[in-house]
């Protein structure tokens, strides 16, 4: 393996796109096309009968701001990462790890809010497609934060110090996708329904 | 710019090629064989894995062949094989939809997808490129145990006590996802989709991987117009799996939750034994759209990795360059495109719009021009050539051959008037049996001789090789062309018993010809087992580097490479794959320089 990583020092001086990198982008493809797939579904659905229209819970909003600083926040963590500025690094990687807890914490309090207004899973497929569409969001938004507790873990580590930019570049490039998946969710979710 | 990189790349290698072997003495059994990184590696685990699937999916269809074909004996010994599920030595009905739905599933998915690019997109991509690895070994690792994990689940549904899933490969709502419609619906199917969701997963991670690595990894010289076929193939192939698969698997997590949550995504108005089910405002048709948006793509999934190394096979065993090599590319390319545009023509009876149906029926003839124009570019290859007649090159040809045949036969169906006849009868089953599953097959075998003296240092026996190449092709044939009259007769798919049907009597004795032919080709299959394993520790050794004195660089390599492929620096290429036979010179390696009085032409 050591070979793919000499290859990869190699590639990396000359600007070119990293492969780890350029295999996330593929990746964020597939992800896009699942998202696709359910979005669409929806759309056909949303065409026939017995289908009911909702708002979205409130909380949604907040979550939204959340994840919109983190966003922000993981861009200047990333150019913190870059002046070598390590300790506000630090800072602000845990600033957005806080603000993805919250956008899941919000998005779990606006789900129960629908449900005790009795838009439940069950009640309705239009209600099924969004606690399906939005909770796989969730999902994609949990897997980054397990990456973000890992890269975290690795900032404060007293043994190793790690210089290389590639996991903080592969972590902000897919934490601005969720964040921007979410908003391409929730403007789909408040034009077609 | 790629230049320099590569040049680095290799000052920094040799600057560490001692410790490279260092590193090597320290391998442990798990490390080399287990959890191993290493491309080659990984590709045989692929492949044997592919073999046991195959193996199990193939005898499932002998098994259902013998209830088609002898529907009113009884075996006694398949109670003691199969137990409940045969008694009295009978194939029960839900046991043989069973058969029939892991047969497809099996096949398509565990043998032709992981068992054909996970082996062949591992092994050669690396190799003929020009790289050390693939991009990311890690994952690369990560997508065979994903694999490995949805085979244990598949295979674990095979023995729980209501059977596996049975609602056919394709698994239609709402028969697939309400426990009460049938035996195999029940805990089956749960494990069918959980195990298809790991498989999806593991696809997606090797598809990853084959993009970046082709797109990233290519050593100095090796342009993308100087790529072999075979890895052109491979990409197109893992493009199409990395769009298509997640749609399926958003199909198959909707499913889940109709299954175990209560949601109606698939159901609406359903009464099963006279109980009438809560479910609203779903549609099953929906399903139909998820899975085939996936499914057709699927089709070339299979098909092109056999497209792209037959290319290779025809063209090193002709000693001619392939015919019309941009033309073949671009040919991948509109497939690859086309893949994706037409997979309403396997729903033209579910009461699609006639008008749309009809824009699918010109999308999907379409796809005749670049399948054609690949068999008018494999036979001007052959054309003329110094043919040698490997078993590897007779497998290509027969590839070509299947593809012809299968293929016209898409173009009736690929009609939707026609299709109103046609459709579920056995002229399907003949169809994409022929065109996607045994010419696939024929591609993989081709692969499995033309490489093995790469993979296992030893030459695969060439006389059981000849014997299984005869009896295999003549024996698809004598299966599957007898299928189609059966089915422009009205013969439907999926029957359990034809001889209760006034109109299909008739097919009493065809039906049991074409039982006896599968059992035959099974066991001409088994010797191809038998003479794999056999060569991997006894086979005649490999005493060239280059035994077929082909042109691409995998053959620049030792003969047991290690992990890292080539011992020295990775050679620069200066020339595209396919000069055989030129300025006299039977063929020059990727690897040889322009000479400076060589003619400019390929």
Known sequence: MEFGEMFNVAIQKQNKIHPHKFTLWVGIGSIIMMFAGLTSAYIVKRNQANWVTFDLPVAFWYSTAAILLSS???????????ERAMARYRQLMLATLLLGIVFIVLQIIGF??????????????????????????????????????????????????????????LISTYWHFVDLLWIYLLLFLLMIR | ????????????????????????????????????????????????????????????????????????????WLEDFLGHWAKGGKLQPEFYYALVTMHGTILVFFVLTAGLSGTFANFLIPLQIGARDMASPMLNMLSYWFFFLASVIMMASLFVQTGPASGGWTVYPPLSALG???????????????????????????????????LNMRTKGMTMTRLPLTIWALFFTAVLGVLSFPVLLSGAILLLFDRNLGTSFFLSDIVVAGKILPNEGGSAILFQHLFWFLGHPEVYIILLPAMGMSSEILSVNSRKPIFGYMAMVASLFAICVLAFLVWAHHMFVTGLNPFLGSIFVLLTLLIAVPSAIKVFNWLTTLWRGNIRFTPAMLFAIGFVSLFISGGLTGIFLGNSALDIHLHDTYFVIAHFHIVMGVASFFGMFAGVYHWFP??????????????????TIIGSYLIFWPMHYEGLAGMPRRYYDFSNWESFKMFGGLNEFISLVAMIVFAVQLLFVINFFYSIWKGRRVTTENPWGANTLEWTTPIRPGHGNWKGEIPEVHRWAYDYGKDGKEFITQTTPVGADESKDH
């Open chain 2, 180 to 214: 009460e419609a049938s035996s195999g619906s029940k805990i089956g199917m749960d494990l069918w989709l959980v195990s298809m969701a790991m498989f999806i997963v593991s696809s997606l991670l090797g598809g990853l991987n084959y993009i970046t690595t082709i």
């Open chain 2, 454 to 471: 790469k993979m296992f240092g030893r030459y695969l026996n060439n006389t059981m090789g000849y014997i299984h190449f005869w009896v």
């Open chain 2, 1 to 76: 710019m790629s230049s320099t990189i590569s040049l680095q790349e290799s000052v920094l290698h040799t600057g560490h090629a001692d410790e490279h072997h260092e590193h090597h003495h320290h391998e442990t059994f798990i490390s080399k064989y287990v959890f191993s990184q290493d491309h080659k590696m990984i590709a045989r685990q692929f492949l044997i894995t592919g073999i046991i699937w195959a193996i199990i999916g193939g005898l499932f269809s002998v098994i259902f062949r013998l209830q088609l074909g002898y529907p009113n004996q009884s075996f006694p």
């Open chain 1, 72 to 82: 922000l926040t993981v861009y200047l963590a990333t150019k913190a990462f870059k």
């Open chain 1, 112 to 169: 129960s809010q629908l449900w005790k207004s009795g838009i439940t899973l069950q009640a309705n497929v239009s209600y099924s497609f969004l606690y399906v569409i939005v909770g796989l969001h969730g999902a994609h938004v949990v897997g980054g934060i397990i990456a973000l507790v890992l890269m975290s873990l690795k900032a404060f580590s007293i043994k190793t110090r790690t210089y290389s930019f590639v996991p903080v570049d």
